[in-house]
């Protein structure tokens, strides 16, 4: 029998992207993110402002980007204050279940839920004990990130971060942001790049990003929720 060479013993390793999209809808940006996308056949995920759910523009956004195929998630009413630095009795209701009942009838299924970071630091000011307790309760799914590029920051260099990222791991759960002045201009140039450095597209989370899955605890929380007195 003759020997195989050594290209037909080797895998090439598949590399995974997850992207999500965080601020939005906005009626000027979110639009050509979803053509962009769907001129790539990619499906992503977006965190959505309650704030941005109170005109009929955002509602039709969320219900397009539902009927495109993305999941679409609740990222607090105001994005204000990081629940595990907000004092107030109500935060919880004023930023998640205020920003529920704008989105549930849109979006029935599954909740899902990504905290302020507070420019995408992990720790925390992420969340509270009522907030823990509200997501356990209404069976959310919380959803962290492992990369943040910073394309509100630098609009035009973000894509060389992003690609430099998703090298560094098997799975990226990328945080970009539908908003002027951010992902929008280097998108199109960053999903082709990474399409031809063998990236695989995916709405799944890497375990490691989702402590809380259907209202269940499944890893650590201590790092992420606040103490309070």
């Given at each position: 029998m003759a020997r195989r060479g050594p290209h037909l013993q080797?895998?090439?390793?598949?590399?995974?992207?997850?992207?999500s999209f965080?601020?939005?809808?906005?009626?000027r940006v979110t639009p050509r993110v979803l053509d962009v996308l769907a001129s790539h056949a990619i499906t992503a995920q977006f965190f959505v402002l309650g704030k941005n759910l109170v005109t009929e523009e955002g509602r039709r956004l969320v219900s397009r980007?539902?009927?495109?195929?993305?999941?679409?998630?609740?990222?607090?009413?105001?994005?204000?204050?990081?629940?595990?630095?907000?004092?107030?009795?109500?935060?919880?209701?004023?930023e998640i279940a205020a920003t529920d009942a704008l989105l549930a009838p849109l979006v029935p299924g599954p909740k899902w839920f990504r905290p302020f970071g507070g420019g995408g630091k992990l720790g925390p000011h992420l969340l509270s004990p009522p907030a823990v307790e509200h997501l356990l309760r209404h069976q959310y799914s919380c959803v962290l990130w492992n990369s943040v590029p910073g394309?509100?920051?630098?609009?035009?260099?973000?894509?060389?971060?992003a690609l430099a990222d998703c090298a560094s791991r098997a799975h990226t759960l990328m945080v970009l942001h539908d908003i002027p002045d951010a992902c929008l201009e280097g998108l199109d140039g960053f999903l082709h790049e990474a399409k031809a450095r063998g990236m695989r597209f995916t709405t799944a989370c890497p375990p490691d990003?989702?402590?809380?899955?259907?209202?269940?605890?499944?890893?650590d929380l201590s790092g992420l929720v606040a103490a309070r007195g």
């Amino acid at each position: 029998m003759a020997r195989r060479g050594p290209h037909l013993q080797q895998r090439v390793p598949v590399s995974l992207l997850t992207l999500s999209f965080d601020n939005g809808p906005d009626p000027r940006v979110t639009p050509r993110v979803l053509d962009v996308l769907a001129s790539h056949a990619i499906t992503a995920q977006f965190f959505v402002l309650g704030k941005n759910l109170v005109t009929e523009e955002g509602r039709r956004l969320v219900s397009r980007a539902r009927d495109e195929g993305h999941l679409v998630g609740n990222h607090s009413y105001t994005h204000a204050i990081p629940l595990g630095e907000d004092v107030r009795p109500d935060a919880v209701e004023a930023e998640i279940a205020a920003t529920d009942a704008l989105l549930a009838p849109l979006v029935p299924g599954p909740k899902w839920f990504r905290p302020f970071g507070g420019g995408g630091k992990l720790g925390p000011h992420l969340l509270s004990p009522p907030a823990v307790e509200h997501l356990l309760r209404h069976q959310y799914s919380c959803v962290l990130w492992n990369s943040v590029p910073g394309d509100w920051l630098d609009p035009k260099g973000w894509p060389e971060k992003a690609l430099a990222d998703c090298a560094s791991r098997a799975h990226t759960l990328m945080v970009l942001h539908d908003i002027p002045d951010a992902c929008l201009e280097g998108l199109d140039g960053f999903l082709h790049e990474a399409k031809a450095r063998g990236m695989r597209f995916t709405t799944a989370c890497p375990p490691d990003c989702v402590p809380i899955v259907d209202g269940r605890i499944v890893s650590d929380l201590s790092g992420l929720v606040a103490a309070r007195g």
